[in-house]
């Protein structure tokens, strides 16, 4: 059904797409490229919330030419009004012959309705060229405009041995250089970063972009049931980044006042056995317009959202180092399984190299 053409324009498009990426949230990233005699005439992409649609980027810059061309596009577009004028009416007043598409926009607004309105237009609408890719490319978009829930994406790194830190607790650093920038490009393209006060405490992390050039630093979460951040910590420094701290019902009112004057902003959870109702949480930030965390916690934390079913996708860091140790942390502690048979595994798995680190990812 594909030419090799259309592929390679498609291609293009998501490329121009992905170039956004952690700039767009809570819009989708979307590219588009038109084509004329066989030739890319334009092209555009959605480069930030607010700013003008990928469409009419690419057809503004073709002006006249894009009469009678091909639109190559990997999301739908648009058919109501928001931050845009929709683009379907921008796209039937340019004269556009043929619409490709790699998937329908699963927004509630749209949801098949653009492509419908191009073809009462008389324009010709091809979809599902690269869908699977372009699902991925959106998999943040697609999880919370169709669940208004955060994508969460688990990411942590481990010694060869499945250690986090040492024996002592020391944990600074377990993944190589290379793995460290992989680990801030991450912090650049999810809405927030989450962490357990343990891990504030015993580090106290920044938790901003530094080693790799930045977009913006993620809003950082703090899972504190008891209220114990330092008002000294950096998670409570504001002129780094907006801070979330998620207590629990018992947290002392004195503590809970002080952080709140220091200005981070509080959120009550629910707990059990002094955990964190992972499910309340993520309704509560979801209210927040928090489309995507980066969970970089440690074993208990990680072990919290797990058993909770709540992680979407997972990085596990391995590093060509041993710690050894009995009392040495892992990435995942919590209870655990009872039996072997009862392991939760990672799908689509796919195994790369970030110098000589194991980069191991997957889905839930």
């Known amino acids: ?74 999301l739908e577009p648009c058919n109501h009004y928001g931050n845009n004028p929709p683009c379907t009416d921008i796209i039937i007043k340019s004269g556009i012959k043929r619409v490709v598409a790699s998937m329908k926009d699963p927004n509630p607004l749209v949801n098949g309705r ?33 669940t208004k829930r955060p994508f969460v994406c688990l990411k942590t790194a481990m010694t060869i041995d499945g250690k986090i830190a040492t024996r002592t607790g020391a944990s600074r650093w377990v993944a190589s250089p290379d793995s460290l920038r992989f680990a801030h490009h991450l912090r650049n393209i999810y809405d927030a970063i989450l962490v357990g006060v343990r891990t504030v405490l015993i580090d106290n992390p920044r938790l901003d972009v530094r080693r790799v050039e930045k977009v913006k630093d993620p809003v950082r979460i703090v899972l504190d049931t008891f209220a114990r951040t330092p008002l000294k910590a950096r998670v ?12 629990g019902p018992k947290a002392p009112r004195s503590r809970v006042e002080a952080l709140s004057k220091k200005g981070a902003e509080i959120l009550r959870v629910n707990a059990v056995g002094g955990q964190l109702d992972i499910k309340e949480l993520l309704k509560k930030l979801e209210g927040m317009k928090i489309t995507s965390i980066l969970v970089e916690g440690g074993g208990e934390v990680n072990a919290s959202f797990i058993e909770a079913k709540a992680v979407d996708k997972a990085y596990f860091n391995i590093v060509p180092k041993i710690f050894g140790g009995r009392d040495a942390k ?35």
């Open 1 to 74: 059904m594909w030419t090799e053409d259309d592929v390679r324009f498609m291609r293009e498009a998501h490329s121009l797409a992905k170039s956004a990426e952690g700039r767009t949230t809570p819009d989708p990233m979307v590219g588009a490229v038109l084509v004329k005699g066989g030739r890319i005439i334009s092209m555009g992409y959605h480069g930030e919330v607010a700013t003008p649609h990928a469409e009419t980027w690419a057809i503004q810059k073709a002006g006249e030419e894009a009469r009678g061309a091909t639109l190559y596009i990997n």
């Open 330 to 364: 892992t990435p995942v502690e919590g209870e655990g399984v009872k039996l072997p048979a009862q392991a939760k595994w990672l799908k689509n798995v796919h195994v790369d190299k970030i110098g000589e680190d194991l980069l191991v990812s997957g889905y839930f």
């Open 114 to 146: 653009g492509f419908a309105k191009l073809k009462r237009h008389r324009i010709k609408v091809e979809v599902g060229l690269l869908e699977e890719e372009a699902r991925r490319l959106n998999e943040v978009f697609v999880k919370y405009i169709t």
């Open 236 to 247: 409570a420094d504001l002129s780094i980044a907006r801070t979330i701290i998620a207590v």
